[in-house]
């Protein structure tokens, strides 16, 4: 084993357990280091709520859709979003709500293919959220994938409340461009937070959280 090896695995771990500035978020990557297809372990728990951090402390992220501009390709767009009404974490819930055009690229796609990818990084956080580049596995990242629906009329009363109060310049925008309001129906978490296997976070578990 070469001589430094040892003092870069060290150097890698105490770097993971320093808190980013400004930020509740801390890393449990010390102690992720067995492999779970789906998160089923200890930290179960405790991975969840970190991905629960992760969506609450960000307000926007990018959203990948299948593209009918350009068919058989993937593309990525940014998507402004909120999961609860303010910005405190006790009235987070964990489901993104959306306000997009008919008029973007992404409201055309999720109209034909509503599957989409929702992918959010502690990076997000400035150049100081993460003290490793935004690649490494140690800088947080999580992908939300399922359907991105049209919010239904009961719900659209909260769903502006709940965009509005992160979003409030979108109470402005024209109201000629079609703007509507959509929300992420989650179906499947991945979440990574250290080297080796992502973690495949169960859908209920995220939903537990209280932060």
């Not at 200890?42 to 501009?69: F, I």
């Not at 959306?98 to 690229?105: A, I, T």
């Not at 919010?151 to 409340?161: F, G, I, L, M, T």
Request: proline share 6%.
């Amino acid at each position: 084993m070469p001589s430094f090896f040892v003092p870069l695995v060290l150097l890698s771990l105490l770097i993971a357990v320093v808190p980013a500035a400004g930020s509740e978020i801390y890393s449990a990557a010390t102690t992720s280091l067995l492999p779970d297809e789906v998160d089923s372990g200890p930290l179960a728990k405790l991975h969840a709520k970190h991905a629960r951090m992760l969506v609450h402390e960000n307000v926007w992220g990018m959203l990948a859709t299948s593209s009918v501009t350009f068919p058989g390709s993937a593309f990525a767009n940014v998507a402004s979003y909120s999961d609860g009404v303010g910005s405190a974490k006790e009235d987070a819930t964990g489901t993104l709500f959306f306000y997009l055009s008919v008029e973007d690229f992404t409201a055309m796609d999720l109209k034909v293919n509503p599957n989409a990818t929702m992918a959010l990084s502690k990076a997000q956080g400035g150049a100081k959220a993460c003290w490793m580049d935004a690649e490494d596995p140690t800088c947080w990242r999580l992908s939300l994938t399922g359907r991105v629906a049209p919010v239904e009329a009961a719900q659209r009363s909260y769903a502006e409340r709940v965009v509005f109060s992160k979003h409030p310049q979108m109470k402005h925008w024209p109201k000629n461009h079609d703007f509507s309001f959509y929300v992420l129906e989650i179906e499947h978490i991945v979440f990574l937070d250290f080297y080796g296997p992502a973690k495949h976070i169960p859908v209920s578990d995220y939903y537990k959280v209280k932060l």
